[in-house]
């Protein structure tokens, strides 16, 4: 089946960028996304981005997509102690309307 | 306001007994669906519905029901719980369509604990 895949931590300081790396193995995948999870809170869509698009900026937000590698990656410029969080990467599976997730990227950012 | 509601936001309940987790939407979406959250395996698939009356097994339905009477409605249902289904429940909608990008909102998620 589908897989996607992230490294479990990442620890940054205050003002740093943050580079949250995911890899996934659905070849047909035509949207996929970048949700943040606050602790006690459900998750919210930070952005996505179409197969056909190598990248986005959004604000402090640039998501990159290696078609070719399966490779897809989320950058926070100017990290700050809010971003603090866990990360999900996914993929949609359009005949469901399903999400594959990664299991989450724990972002700390040190003051 | 937008929103995804789930209640309760906490259940402790004893194996066998059942229990329901109601969701409602008032966004008017077709596409509802029920996730499992747990450590190190990220969200996982439990039911979907693509509309009301319509609904379909995703990747860890054992175990739960689920029912569609009406659109806004998406109630997961436990006939018998059971220890391993101590986890994070979300639930989850979007407009329908799958051409164009409907992200899904989520409701906030409801811990449930079963001895």
């Known amino acids: 089946g589908e897989d996607v895949e992230q490294s479990l931590f990442l620890s940054v300081r205050e003002g740093d960028s943050s580079v949250i790396n995911c890899t996934y193995t659905?070849?047909?995948?035509?949207?996929l996304y970048w949700y943040k999870q606050e602790p006690g809170a459900g998750l919210q869509l930070l952005t996505y981005?179409?197969?056909?698009?190598d990248m986005k900026q959004d604000q402090r937000l640039t998501v990159l997509l290696n078609k070719k590698d399966k490779h897809l990656s989320l950058r926070i410029a100017d990290t700050q102690t809010g971003d603090s969080a866990i990360y999900f990467c996914?993929?949609?599976?359009?005949?469901?309307?399903?999400?594959?997730f990664g299991s989450g990227t724990r972002l700390q950012v040190q003051p | 306001e937008a929103q995804v509601t789930q209640n309760p936001r906490y259940l402790i309940t004893v194996t066998g007994k059942k229990l329901t987790v109601t969701c409602s939407q008032n966004?008017?979406?077709?596409?509802m669906s029920w996730y499992r959250q747990d450590p190190g395996l990220g969200l996982r698939q439990i039911y979907y519905s693509m509309n009301v009356e319509v609904t379909d097994k995703g990747d860890v339905p054992e175990g739960y029901k689920v029912s569609r009477k009406e659109k806004r409605n998406f109630p997961l249902i436990l006939e018998s719980p059971s220890p391993n289904q101590t986890s994070l429940y979300f639930c989850?909608?979007?407009?329908?369509?799958?051409?164009?990008?409907?992200?899904?909102?989520f409701g906030n998620g409801t811990r449930l604990t079963v001895t």
């Open positions: 659905d070849s047909s995948s035509t949207y």
């Open positions: 981005i179409f197969s056909n698009m």
């Open positions: 996914a993929d949609l599976d359009t005949g469901r309307r399903a999400l594959t």
């Open positions: 989850a909608s979007s407009a329908t369509g799958t051409e164009n990008n409907s992200p899904l909102h």
């Open positions: 966004m008017n979406h077709e596409y």
